[in-house]
């Protein structure tokens, strides 16, 4: 079974990368380390420094995620701001700040760098969906406002939010080119 490290501090993330990874047949080793996280507008910065500092680290093949949440109507913020706002205003801030307007559209991007010491290579996932009117229970993070199109429920209820994740999404791609190398 092909192997990979996942570097991160968060196990609500690990449980996901690992069930998706392991329908790849990729065994996953979970690396709970804390990565540099640079302050950037764009995302794709963010993750490549977060690789490398992973590498840096574990001293093998790994990858790290990087994901925002953008909100049409909030002009795409919190998008790379997406951890610190969660942890500041949080879903009912979000909410509020959506209190008065129509287009509740948003999307939620995953970025996975992979880094084996020569050239970061990223994975793109997107998908397109709204904010709920109020939040639902359970899940983690922005779980319980985010609806995918083509569900009518949040990550939160979805029994099956692999099936429509960002991370499912970026994490194919990578599962589709790491077995390729
Ligand atoms: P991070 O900086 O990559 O850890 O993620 C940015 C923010 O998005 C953090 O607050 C995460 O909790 C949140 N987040 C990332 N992925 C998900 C998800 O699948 N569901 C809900 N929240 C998420």
Redesign the pocket.
Known sequence: MRQVAFAST?Q??YR?VQSILTLHGIEIEFVRVELV?IQSDSLEAIAKEKARSAFAQVSKPVIV?????FVSALGGFPGQY??Y???TIGNAGILRLLSNKQDRSAS?M?LIAFYDGNDVVIFEGRVAGRISEQEASG?????PI?VPDDADLT?AELQN?DDY???RRALDRFAEWYLRL
């Open positions: 968060n609500n993330k996901e996280e995620e990087d994901d925002g949440l997406s951890s706002v969660f942890k939620f995953s899940g983690w993070g922005y779980d985010f990550y939010k994740s960002h991370r």
